[in-house]
């Protein structure tokens, strides 16, 4: 039977720093942002300093400001910081005005993307 709470599950003071960038491309995936942050950062057993949502459609964008800004605002209160693709910003109604702390427009979704697993972010497509 499974163990959740077993000894090779728990964090250590040596255990590594993690980070996680989730990467949104639509709609439905950015519905299910939030619970995957809340399931990831419940997880007392990883030791993490970051979470990211990284969107590159402007669809995603307008309903993150929208329909979904209860999920932005969610993810933003559980500490991630939703970082949105400027390139797709250009073909989206909604713009830096219609979003508050913890949204950041960055130079391209791909770019930081790039950034991010570079510097050893572990990468989940939604």
Known sequence: MFDPDAAFFTTTAESPRMHTVYHVSDVDAYRVAEPKVRNL???DTLALDG???VVDRPGVIDAAAGELRETT???VGMGATVK???NAAVGAEAGEADFGEGVEFV???VGELTRLQGSGWA???L
Request: proline fraction near 0%.
């Open 41 to 43: 950062l419940d997880d």
């Open 51 to 53: 979470v990211a949502v």
């Open 73 to 75: 605002d969610a993810l």
């Open 84 to 86: 949105l693709c400027s």
């Open 107 to 109: 130079s391209s979704g």
């Open 123 to 125: 990468y989940i497509r």
